[in-house]
């Protein structure tokens, strides 16, 4: 049996295709994150760029076949540099109707269409509310159908087994995978080393998944099914290594190589919680790198014993999401009233309260900037793509250090669980972080600042003569005193205003992309980076007088930012919130920035970003005429 | 013995140090006649004979009259937010084992708002001191009821009493798996500082509750069996190894009857010290340092002395192990490794 995919059927036809953006949905249990991150990795190795969208239900395991079982994986692949997981997928694989139902208005008209006919029970659609069957009903007419039993064949496949009925059927997804393999000419190795490597303790359940993946394959391959299959050449990329990696991944790894450059441990406090959990289990396992993780009893306690740890020496990191930052914003106060390094990785969510757990928003911005009791400024950033993650973990820490300051790393759930190529760094080429503990007796200070950064010295417990005190309670400039003295106190609170304020100084000027000035300029910060740039490059391509530039620092912004909106004459700033960037920048620059904005828990398609800034240049034409 | 400085700097002869080296250069700002001097004397008296170079202590704290503590103690010291020191004092031990590190906390600071990290501190073992202050009320916030203010207690905020049963610290500590429990008081410095000393010598979580009087908002709170005058009839001075003997003419004791304590009187009707309790600071189970938790005045002395004292594995110790494992196994931590990861592709 040839499982090669360079033998292909002589009657299938192969045509070419720029980018393909396929959907993989079914029931939480269906495996069907397991089928997207496969179908991804296959995709990277065999050279095309990609950007993944895994979403999934916050229940672990809602019940069997309805809606809000429904959990997907989108990716997009293409022979050119892509940002976006795709507006709208071209094909569909849905396990069952539930997965049909939720998805379908996603699908490309006359998009591929894969359903698993064995799903289709009666008691299946009428939970997922079919009044009818909609293989039968004609409802489907306009998308590219196929109808095939994944169930029955994939029982057939594995054949004589000691698995129970319901364990032989959990292996369809790879009998799906298998067919959209054969689909766009990729390889099956990958995913059978795999399957090798985890089921090794488990001979049967190897044997059964392989066969279902094998069979899949073939199924496609010798049958009349599919008329065409498709190429999606290698990509363009620049040259060099490549490994795939996400948001949680880089950010962890960026964790490390911040220690391994500042040559201090790092210290993890964490509490767990959808979606920065991955992080705290990336790291856990990093022990010989001198990673110390804490599961704390909770967040506050996460963020206390990290608080602890910076005290004495160490790199001390906390990393949650918005609700858990809620309960550490009186630790962050004491950070930065103790004036450590800290950094605390908030992986936004939807919100508010416990919100829409799996499901990405960028409505923490506030919350980060301003939200503690008094006066209490901390730097900001936030990086714009997954592999973005591991150069801003980096840059956290050496901000942190450098300043003695607590650090906000706004990530989102975009970000932390999709998938990008990327292009491996040299060691050289990273940034060096450089520590100094204060060590000299005679000249000891706990709050005697360097006259550039403002930052006080880092005194670490075990050094000898330098034994003092530190706290929450507002201290005397230079001695680090406790003191209610008014003046003193409304000096501490300039100084430390100043000393964020001052960081702007040291960080790289607003870039714009496209030309310097124009009619329009889309503003973003995090996330929304794929979209915007691809939205701008598209209206770029039409000739329209748009460019965009990206924050990655939001506090401070970067100097130029006040000069860079002045050059325009609109803004607009698309965010997955109300406006918060947008008041910020309202507020400090007097600009008169529009908004476009969405709470929906997804990206924004690039659809929306045109058709605003279109609406804009269009509502600009009418008013000059 | 000539010990490495932590911060890699070089060997350094430990100096002989006296309790003045442990006073700092700050005011004490406590009430006049408040416990706490008596404590704070007690901890710098003891702290030159524990041999740990004065710049490898940490006291750390979070927020209430007794969380003033480590601006007056000369060494390393961090005054932290309600409730939260021992969380800071476990990512401080943990990254630096080596390190003397203290808590010092109160009845609302530690039982009340930090309650749960107490807990889960005292369970993770790490070996570190925690000293509660009771005093049976909030004394930096002037008056209100604590949680371990007696069922009943009339104060600002209770002005028709209290309608909450008060929490046993000691209990709370058994519970919580801790490894060494043990009780003193503000007015016996001799015991009091013999307890502490004991407990920093304990390998693990320490727990010391040491019974504190606020004079100023809840005076006299220990008085009825604290007053020289009754103290050796209404407490009882544990012992390991020793019967449980108590009262000024060493006459009375503790039997167990069934699985309750009671008081008896030696000589009376037979009963020698053969039939009273025996203190085992280090009996396996707990069980016998829970049942004189529960002894309280006026039904029973109220005992003071170290509860229970076992050895298990520390946090802190356990993480090294596992660092040292991997290390052993996968050789130190390759970055230029993990940053590739597994599977990568080149395009030339």
Request: charged share 20%.
């Amino acid at each position: 049996m040839s499982t090669q995919a360079g033998l292909k059927a002589p009657q299938a036809r192969v045509e070419e295709l720029e980018t393909v953006v396929i959907r993989f949905a079914g029931d939480s249990g269906d495996g069907m994150q397991l089928t997207g991150s496969q179908f991804a990795d296959t995709t990277a190795i065999v050279g095309n760029d990609l950007v993944t969208l895994p979403d999934f239900p916050a229940e672990i395991r809602a019940p069997a076949g309805t809606l809000p079982g429904v959990s997907g994986y989108q990716i997009s692949f293409s022979s050119q540099d892509i940002r976006t997981p795709g507006d709208a997928p071209g094909v569909l694989v849905a396990m069952n109707p539930a997965a049909l139902k939720t998805n379908l208005s996603d699908l490309d008209e006359g998009g591929i269409l894969i359903v698993d006919t064995d799903a289709f029970t009666p008691q299946n659609l009428n939970k997922a509310g079919y009044k009818s069957n909609p293989l039968h009903d004609g409802s489907l007419a306009g998308y590219r159908l196929f109808e095939i039993p994944l169930t029955s064949l994939t029982l057939r496949s594995i054949g004589e087994t000691s698995l129970g009925a319901r364990q032989a059927t959990r292996c369809k997804n790879f009998f799906a995978l298998g067919l959209v393999f054969w689909l766009y000419e990729r390889p099956v190795e990958h995913t059978e080393k795999w399957i090798e490597s985890k089921f090794k303790n488990n001979a049967e359940v190897a044997r059964a998944n392989m066969a279902a993946l094998l069979a899949g394959y073939n199924y496609a391959e010798t049958t009349e099914i599919f008329t065409t299959h498709y190429r999606v050449t290698k990509a363009k990329l620049a040259p060099g290594t490549y490994r795939k990696i996400t948001g949680n991944e880089a950010t962890a790894i960026g964790f490390v190589a911040a220690a391994t450059l500042a040559k201090r441990p790092l210290f993890y406090g964490s509490y767990p919680i959808t979606p920065a959990s991955d992080i705290l289990h990336e790291l856990s396992r990093y022990k010989n790198f001198g990673v110390r993780t804490f599961q704390a009893e909770d967040e506050i306690s996460a963020i206390g014993a990290a608080i602890g740890a910076s005290y004495g020496g160490a790199l001390g990191l906390t990393g949650t999401s918005g609700p858990g930052v809620a309960l550490k914003s009186e630790a962050i106060g004491l950070a930065v009233m103790t004036e450590l390094p800290l950094v605390i990785v908030n992986v936004q969510r939807g919100g508010p309260s416990t919100g829409l757990p799996t499901k990405t928003e960028q409505a923490d911005l506030f919350q980060a900037v301003f939200g503690r009791n008094s006066e209490c400024p901390a730097a900001v950033v936030a990086p714009a793509t997954p592999a973005e993650c591991f150069t801003f973990a980096i840059e956290a820490f050496r901000l942190a250090i450098r300043y003695m300051t607590p650090v906000f790393f706004l990530s989102d759930g975009y970000l932390a669980n999709g998938a990008e190529p990327w292009r491996i760094p040299a060691l050289a080429d990273l940034p060096r972080i450089d520590v100094h503990f204060a060590t000299d007796k005679a000249t000891f200070m706990p709050y005697r600042r360097d006259p550039k950064t403002l930052a006080r010295p880092w005194a670490i417990p075990g050094t000898p003569g330098l034994e003092h005190r530190v706290g929450g309670l507002e201290k005397e400039d230079v001695t680090g005193n406790v003191s209610y003295d008014p003046i003193n106190h409304d000096k501490m609170v300039h100084l430390r205003a100043q000393k964020i304020a001052g960081i702007a100084n040291d960080i790289p000027e607003l870039e714009v992309f496209g030309k310097d000035s124009g009619r329009v300029l889309v503003l973003g910060w995090g996330s929304t980076h794929g979209s915007i740039t691809t939205a701008v490059e598209r209206l770029q391509a039409k000739g329209e007088p748009v460019s965009s530039a990206h924050l990655r620092y939001l506090n401070p912004f970067p100097r130029n930012l006040g000069e860079v909106l002045s050059r325009f004459e609109k803004v607009v700033i698309p965010e997955l919130n109300l406006g918060q960037l947008r008041l910020m920048v309202r507020a400090r620059y007097l600009v008169d920035a529009i908004g476009l904005n969405k709470v929906q828990g997804k990206p924004f398609k690039v659809a929306e970003i045109t058709d605003k800034v279109e609406e804009l240049l269009r509502g600009e034409r009418h008013a000059t005429n | 013995m000539p010990q490495t400085d932590s911060t890699g700097a070089g060997l350094l002869e430990p100096p002989k140090l006296t309790r003045q080296d442990f006073v700092s250069d700050q005011t004490v700002r406590w009430c006049p006649g408040c416990g706490d001097y008596s404590i704070l004397a007690q901890v710098q008296k003891i702290m030159p004979d524990l041999g740990i170079p004065k710049q490898n202590i940490v006291f750390v704290s979070g927020i209430g009259c007794s969380s003033r503590f480590p601006y007056y103690m000369n060494t390393y010291g961090f005054h932290s937010i309600h409730g939260r020191a021992a969380t800071l004092a476990t990512g401080l031990k943990t990254s630096r084992p080596e390190l003397s590190v203290w808590v010092v906390t109160g009845d609302g600071d530690g039982l009340s708002i930090g309650g749960n990290h107490l807990i889960h501190c005292l369970r993770r073992n790490l070996d570190i001191n925690i000293l509660l202050f009771n005093n049976r009320i909030y004394g930096l916030t002037k008056g209100q009821y604590s949680p371990t203010s007696e069922m009943g207690k009339k104060t600002k905020s209770s002005p028709f009493g209290t309608a909450e049963q008060p929490i046993n610290p000691i209990c709370v500590a058994i519970a919580s798996e801790a490894t060494f429990v043990a009780r003193s008081l503000d007015v016996d410095p001799v015991h009091l500082s013999k307890t502490i000393e004991r407990a920093s010598k304990h390998k693990g979580t320490s727990f010391v509750e040491i019974y504190q009087n606020c004079n100023i908002f809840n005076d006299g709170a220990f008085e009825e069996f604290t007053n020289r005058e009754v103290r050796s009839d209404r407490m009882l001075y544990l012992e390991h190894g020793h019967p449980m003997v108590f009262g000024k003419n060493h006459d009375k004791g503790i039997r167990l009857n069934g699985l309750e304590p009671e008081v008896v009187t030696l000589g009376q009707g037979g009963i020698t010290e053969k039939d009273l309790l025996i203190h085992d600071e280090n009996a396996p189970e707990p069980t016998l340092a829970y049942l004189l938790s529960r002894m309280d005045n006026p039904e029973f002395p109220v005992p003071v002395g170290v509860f229970y004292s076992v050895q298990r594995p520390c946090f802190e110790e356990v993480i090294e192990k596992q660092e040292r494992d991997l290390t052993a196994r996968l050789g130190s931590g390759n970055l230029e490794k993990l940053i590739r990861g597994s599977e990568t592709w080149t395009v030339s």
